[in-house]
């Protein structure tokens, strides 16, 4: 029986190929850095209640040298973060669906190279 990891950081780092969908099923603090990975979907699981998702990331999201990146039915708060974008994205080819951004006044989400889509 897998055991799941106590933080989605953990499961990042402990990717060591192409590949791999890392599900959340309960809300988390941290930052995530996502460096160097490629083909990776973080997905949220939750019911929705008035099409926001009730899984919630509190923190930020930092994606550098990766491409094929997928986060998707989520919401991420990173309101406590004062002039920090709630994400950043330095890599391309990237893809967020049913994602909520909810971050200080004007530093949702800050795309820093061609390719990536928001919907």
């Known amino acids: 029986m897998l055991k799941p990891y106590r933080t989605i950081q953990y499961a990042i ?3 060591s190929s192409n590949g791999y969908i890392i599900n959340v099923l309960t809300s988390q603090t941290e930052n995530l850095v996502i460096d160097g990975k490629s083909q990776l979907v973080i997905k949220f699981h939750g019911s929705t209640i008035q099409n926001s ?3 919630v990331l509190t923190g930020k999201i930092t994606i550098s040298n ?3 990146i997928k986060i998707i039915d989520g919401q991420i708060d990173a309101r406590n973060l004062v002039n920090e974008h ?3 994205i330095n890599s391309g080819n990237n893809y967020f669906k049913n994602l909520t951004v909810l971050g200080d006044s004007g530093y949702g989400v800050l795309i820093n190279s061609s390719g990536s889509a928001y919907n």
Do not use: L
């Open 53 to 55: 998702p009730n899984i």
């Open 86 to 88: 709630a994400i950043t």
């Open 13 to 15: 780092n402990s990717i």
């Open 66 to 68: 990766s491409s094929s």
